[in-house]
């Protein structure tokens, strides 16, 4: 199994950024997709996740309304599209997905939001 995570940058408060997570070793269309975050100091906080077909989606409260998260089956890639980015939004953002075999994640990607 294999997620890597791209998109994440350096913002203004109030900007936008997708990231993006392309996955590889398993059955991509068969599983839920999840993605956490994790600031310093803190712990991993989940965001949000989308269902195998992509027809279920939950969100954090604190994203709710910002965020969306979305998945491409044809090319086994996760997004998230984040919005009106606040600075409490700046950590390292992965991705995940739980099979009978354990929990995966990738490396994560940096977003950092500051003026």
């Known amino acids: 199994v294999q997620l890597v995570e791209s998109g994440g940058d350096l913002v203004q408060p109030g900007g936008s950024l997708r990231l993006s997570c392309a996955a590889s070793?398993?059955?991509?269309?068969?599983?839920?997709l999840n993605w956490y975050r994790q600031a310093p100091g803190a712990g991993r906080e989940f965001i949000a996740s989308i269902s195998s077909a992509g027809g279920s989606t939950n969100y954090a409260d604190s994203v709710k309304g910002r965020f969306t998260i979305s998945r491409d089956n044809g090319k086994n890639t996760v997004y998230l599209q984040m919005n009106w980015l606040k600075p409490d939004d700046m950590a390292v953002y992965y991705c995940?997905?739980?099979?009978?075999?354990?929990?995966?994640w990738g490396q994560g990607t940096q977003v950092t939001v500051s003026s």
């Open positions: 995940m997905v739980r099979r009978t075999s354990g929990y995966y």
């Open positions: 070793g398993f059955p991509f269309s068969s599983y839920a």
